[in-house]
């Protein structure tokens, strides 16, 4: 009887069925679970990759900056500032001024009238030394210039004075020393009087020199211009004879 119960046990097709589901949840559970440990290594390997990506860009840009010299706050992306006319045209203001402090500053040139003390028929020019000296330039030149423009004669005395022949008062020579001043000695740039006359022995040319701007301009010879001899000179000179 034992052995009859056994055998339909075995041959009930209900016993049967139970361990052949039983093994089909057990492989489904076993795949389900190694699919979730496949999609959790998965996840873990991405979220490492993710970590170390950021790293890697925080340390590089710091090293950029040491070695290059380039913020690493300015991207190449990042709008550029804009600089404003007025704020370039300071900026080269500011840089001339510092390069060149008295570019801008203009000293006061200031010459003296000139004294004139009638001595008969002539008259003579007492500051006329002191006045060659202010404009920096030889007497013999002044001289010359003032005596073509006048068409008179002068000698010199023993101080250095001027005296000329005729009858002039101060504003006919001011007049002829302005006339100098504009062509000997202003220059035509930057209006500056800090000029130096020089001759080149080759072309025996003059040129005005600036200090200030360094520009450089030929000047006219002085020419003489004709003196009528009066009737005492020809009286000397035939006595001479």
């Not at 034992?2 to 009930?12: L, Q």
């Not at 003579?124 to 013999?140: K, Y």
Request: charged share 30%; with cysteine; hydrophobic share 30%.
């Amino acid at each position: 009887s034992h052995s009859a119960s056994v055998r339909r046990r075995a041959h009930n097709p209900m016993d049967a069925e139970i361990p052949s589901t039983m093994q089909r949840s057990r492989t489904e559970t076993e795949d389900n679970d190694s699919v979730d440990l496949i999609e959790f290594q998965r996840s873990l390997m991405a979220r490492k990759k993710k970590k170390k990506r950021k790293p890697k860009k925080l340390a590089a840009e710091p090293v950029a900056s040491e070695n290059s010299g380039v913020d690493p706050q300015s991207d190449s992306k990042s709008p550029q500032k804009e600089y404003h006319y007025t704020d370039l045209l300071q900026r080269c203001f500011d840089q001339l001024q510092e390069r060149n402090p008295n570019l801008g500053r203009r000293q006061r040139f200031t010459v003296p009238p000139p004294a004139i003390r009638r001595l008969g028929r002539k008259v003579s020019w007492d500051n006329f030394p002191r006045t060659c000296q202010i404009l920096g330039r030889p007497c013999d030149h002044v001289q010359s210039f003032v005596l073509t423009e006048l068409g008179a004669s002068a000698t010199n005395d023993g101080a250095g004075r001027l005296v000329i022949r005729g009858r002039y008062d101060t504003k006919q020579i001011e007049s002829v020393l302005k006339k100098y001043i504009l062509s000997y000695i202003t220059c035509r740039m930057c209006r500056s009087v800090q000029t130096s006359l020089t001759r080149d022995p080759q072309t025996r040319l003059q040129f005005v020199e600036c200090s200030l701007c360094g520009s450089k301009r030929s000047v006219a010879p002085i020419k003489a211009m004709y003196l009528a001899v009066q009737r005492g000179e020809r009286r000397a000179a035939r006595m001479r004879a």
